[in-house]
């Protein structure tokens, strides 16, 4: 689906043109998994494929009208309309197994919300107006490619253009990332930030390091010989349908704090000062920070062992953890857990903590190798790679059989590294190689999706610029 495309269903769809067309890229990441809602950097690249959101003021007999009305190019996905009322509940997932139209709404929500405020939902909605949408994507649904999160960048920037009539309405893109990333929990995901920010800063040409506490990119300039290749496993996916996701940021989260707890870093004076309770804690990065290792996660295995003295895995039932943390059950679930997780029995902290501090390490010595133009630096980002899958697979238990066959069949057609992206549990691989080695990897009946190399972040344009820039 292109620009061109979604502007012609527009006017076949609502009888007029659109007044903005939105371009929010896919992303693909080459290593950094599962680690960004711990605030450590990620190193992700925007990709080609992107969702296209076209948008205009709902009218009706030249009346404007307070409704928002969705259709989508893919005959898969029904259309939605929404009288603007006086709550958002009728807009959101309220728990259930969220539908394509609530992504949308939650980009919705959160540019209106970032606009106006948060604390009066009826003043708010009075000053939203009401829209036409057609959402049309490139992106494979349920991949790891993060199409979710593209349509809640869109539909959050196409909600900016309509409401204030002017592109990105005075908000920078950095702005757009951090309340699209919030806007995203209101269809239950915790995320990290990563999707949202590789899809609103990336810049043609180069990958990016995104850190998030606080949020900053650095260009990352890959080897010259470097290609991606992106491959489904034949597994989808959707991560806003499964508590597995959830559960992970629980287990990073409580591993935190039951690291603090054990190592007695509660009793420092920096943790006094920082923070108010050990339910304060929130992420590994915190734990780091309280003993000067943010630039070195690689030497956080120390700390780790705390959470590995009742067996070696390092498996937490409920009540041990209420008791190493000395706390209530009742306080557990309010402070710790999430909607997802309120009946979880059983947590692995000691793996998922090794995988976070590894794959940590793992980043930066990416960008470090990238740098230094090493003539061996393909295989030694190979080499990153690939421990990047395994550790996925066996401390973070996010991969799939699926996805295993497909990285070893990967590794079986000439490239140099395969590994899962995105989520996990299904989904795409991404596969590095050798651009002198394309050919054969084609020849071999490796069945890409896409060959892959780093695109522009988020665009808006008015129809009217479009048009002109498309000659149409």
Known sequence: MSGEECVTLYKQKFGLNPEWLIRCPGRVNL?????????????????????WVAAGIATTNNNQTKEVRLENANSRYNPFTLEIGNSFSNSSANGKSPQWYHYFFAGWRGALERLYGNENEN??????RGMFILVGSKIPPSAGLSSSSALVCAAALATLCVQTGQAFGNISKKDL?????KAERFVGMEGGGMDQACECLAERGSALLIDFAPLRFRLVTLPSNALFAVIHSGKECNKGADSQYNQRVVECRLAAQVIA??????????????????????TLRDIAELVDRVERPGEMTELVQHLKFKNP??????????????????DLAKYSLNSNTQDMQIFSLGKRAE??????ARVLEFERICKSQDKDALEKLAELMNASHKSCANLFDCSCPELDATVQKCLDSGC??????????????????????????????LNVIFWSEPCEGIEAFSFEEFTKNKNL
């Open 313 to 330: 895995e390092g498996i937490f039932t409920r009540k041990e953890i209420c008791e190493s943390l000395g706390c209530s059950d009742e």
């Open 177 to 181: 990332a951090e309340f699209a990333t």
């Open 416 to 445: 140099l590294a395969a590994r899962l992206t995105g989520a996990g549990w299904g989904g795409c691989v991404v596969a590095l190689v050798d651009k002198a080695n394309k050919k054969a990897v084609e020849e071999s009946g």
């Open 261 to 282: 707890k054990s190592a007695g870093l509660d009793l420092f004076e920096e943790f006094r000062e920082k923070f108010r309770s050990i339910f304060s804690i929130r």
């Open 31 to 51: 290593i950094g998994e599962h680690i960004d809602y711990s605030n450590y950097p990620v190193l992700p690249m925007a990709i080609e494929d992107s969702t």
């Open 355 to 360: 995988h976070v501090y590894s794959e940590a």
């Open 123 to 128: 003043k708010v909605l009075e000053q939203a």
